[in-house]
Antibody, heavy 119, light 110 residues
Framework: EVQLLESGGGLVPPGGSLRLSCAAS????????MSWVRQAPGKGLEWVSS????????YTGDSVKGRFTISRDNSKNTLYLEMTSLRVEDTAFYYC????????????WGQGALVTVSS | QSALTQPASVSGSPGQSITISCTGT?????????VSWYQQHPGEVPKLMIH???NRPSGVSYRFTGSKSGNTASLTISGLQAEDEAVYYC??????????FGGGTKLTVL
C-alpha cells in the first residue's frame, strides 16, 4: 500500500524558512515523479512543484519560483520542499503526491502538512 | 498563469446526470490531452477520478466520464448518488511545464 507521510510543518513568521519532508513507502520511489500541491484552508488546490523520478528535472509554479526548491533523496525514499522568504499567502496544507506522468496527474496523496505564516 | 474556470456550484437529484465544465485556453486545456479531474470530500485529501481527459483509474466508478471540446473539458457524473456530493477540481498541464487547477465546483446532491 502506498503511504506518503509529510512532516516539518508549523508556524513561521513572514520572511522565515521551513523545510517539508515526505517519507514514501509501498512503491518504487525512485521510479516515480513526485509533486507538492498546496491548499489554503477553505480554498482550492494549487500546484507548487514537481520533480522527475531521478531528480534531474524540476518544475515550479510562478507564485513560489525563486523561493521554494523541490528535491528528493531516492536512497531515503524522501521528497523535500525547501521554503524560504515565506509570505502570509503561503499559509496552506502542503500535500506530497505521486505523479502518473512526468509532472502530473497526482494519483496518490499524503495527508498534508500545515504551514502557517504569521507574525 | 490564470486558473482554469469552473462553475462555483452545480446540483442534481439522485439518479440524474450532471456535467461540470472546465474552461482554459489553447496553452493548456485546448493544447493537449493532459486534463485531469479530482474529487475532494470535506476533511479528506483529493482523489484522482479522471486523467488524460477521459481515462478512469482503477476503482473509479464508470458513472464518471470525462471529455473535451476545444478549450473546455467536462466531467459528467451519471446516476447521481449521495456519496458523489463533494468538491470537484479540474487540472491541466500548461505551457512551460506547469500545472493549472480550476477553482473547484461544489456538487450538491438534492
Amino acid at each position: 500500500e502506498v503511504q506518503l507521510l509529510e512532516s516539518g510543518g508549523g508556524l513561521v513568521p513572514p520572511g522565515g524558512s521551513l523545510r517539508l519532508s515526505c517519507a514514501a513507502s509501498g512503491f518504487t520511489f525512485s521510479g516515480r515523479a513526485m509533486s507538492w500541491v498546496r491548499q489554503a484552508p477553505g480554498k482550492g488546490l494549487e500546484w507548487v512543484s514537481s520533480i522527475s523520478a531521478g531528480g534531474d528535472n524540476t518544475y515550479t509554479g510562478d507564485s513560489v519560483k525563486g523561493r521554494f526548491t523541490i528535491s528528493r533523496d531516492n536512497s531515503k525514499n524522501t521528497l523535500y520542499l525547501e521554503m524560504t522568504s515565506l509570505r502570509v499567502e503561503d499559509t496552506a496544507f502542503y500535500y506530497c503526491a505521486t505523479c502518473v506522468g512526468s509532472i502530473d496527474p497526482f494519483d496518490k496523496w499524503g495527508q498534508g502538512a500545515l504551514v502557517t505564516v504569521s507574525s | 498563469q490564470s486558473a482554469l474556470t469552473q462553475p462555483a456550484s452545480v446540483s442534481g437529484s439522485p439518479g440524474q446526470s450532471i456535467t461540470i465544465s472546465c474552461t482554459g485556453t489553447s496553452s493548456d486545456v485546448g493544447g493537449h490531452n493532459y486534463v485531469s479531474w479530482y474529487q475532494q470530500h470535506p476533511g479528506e485529501v483529493p482523489k484522482l477520478m479522471i486523467h488524460n481527459v477521459s481515462n478512469r483509474p482503477s476503482g473509479v466508478s464508470y458513472r464518471f466520464t470525462g471529455s473535451k471540446s476545444g478549450n473546455t473539458a467536462s466531467l459528467t457524473i451519471s446516476g447521481l448518488q449521495a456519496e458523489d456530493e463533494a468538491v470537484y477540481y479540474c487540472s491541466s498541464f500548461s505551457a512551460g511545464h506547469t500545472v493549472l487547477f480550476g477553482g473547484g465546483t461544489k456538487l450538491t446532491v438534492l
